[in-house]
């Protein structure tokens, strides 16, 4: 299986901060990522597909970038809606396997 | 646009079967011939895909779950369902259907629409 490492696991940040999270891939997924915001209680949702397609309706301050093994979420100035937790999903080839997410808390 | 519901009970004995049924609307299962997952997330914990089916009945399914799990489609109700056999406290978790893409392969699991999830807690 294809395994999907997340950093920072957790981060502090203030309204209007950039935010970028990393996620690395055990062998390389050309841009078979997407990346899911998850707020408490709810379902994830994709924010990111084909690793740098914004959904639609999702805020332009929401980019993506990468290939192969390296990507990046970057959250370019931090709203109040934003603080939630983020993970990263491969879908290159079976199984799917998701990021351990990383959690943006307010400072 | 297209909307799922998880349906089912809430709490599971151990050693019996985990069922639960994901309800469709918005979009006719038969007509779009996308791959349909199940996936899970224990409490605090990350994301993990159970497996899934196409409209056509096919099926993949995880590794470590292959043997305890089966998912089946009805295309005349619109709806899918997991069965999860000899279940335990590790089964415990919210289960999460999920609409992946229309092509084989990579898109299987291109996940766009979630349901709200429903929690199952396995205990005596």
């Known amino acids: 299986d294809i395994q999907m490492t997340q950093s920072p696991s957790s981060l502090s940040a203030s309204v209007g901060d950039r935010v970028t999270i990393t996620c690395r891939a055990s062998q390389g997924i050309r841009d078979d990522l997407g990346w899911y915001q998850q707020k408490p209680g709810k379902a994830p949702e994709r924010l990111i597909y084909d690793a740098f397609r914004l959904q639609g309706g999702v805020p332009s301050r929401f980019s993506g970038s990468g290939s192969g093994t390296e990507f990046t979420l970057t959250i370019s100035s931090l709203q109040p809606e934003d603080f939630a937790t983020y993970y990263c999903?491969?879908?290159?080839?079976?199984?799917?396997?998701f990021g351990q997410g990383t959690k943006v808390e307010i400072k | 646009q297209v909307q799922l519901r998880e349906s089912g009970p809430g709490l599971v004995k151990p050693s019996q079967t985990l069922s639960l049924t994901c309800s469709v609307s918005?979009?006719?299962?038969?007509?779009?011939?996308?791959?349909w997952s199940w996936i899970r997330q224990p409490a605090g914990k990350g994301l993990e895909w159970i497996g899934r089916v196409h409209s056509s009945g096919t099926t993949s399914y995880s590794s470590p779950l292959k043997s305890r799990v089966s998912i089946s489609i009805d295309t005349s109700e619109n709806r899918f369902s997991l069965n999860l056999n000899s279940v335990t406290a590790a089964d415990t978790a919210i289960y999460y259907c999920?609409?992946?893409?229309?092509?084989?392969?990579?898109?299987?699991?291109?996940?766009?629409?979630w349901g709200p999830g429903t929690l199952v807690t396995v205990s005596s």
């Open positions: 999903l491969q879908h290159n080839s079976y199984p799917p396997t």
């Open positions: 918005g979009d006719s299962i038969r007509r779009g011939s996308y791959y």
């Open positions: 999920v609409k992946g893409g229309p092509v084989p392969g990579k898109y299987e699991y291109y996940f766009d629409f």
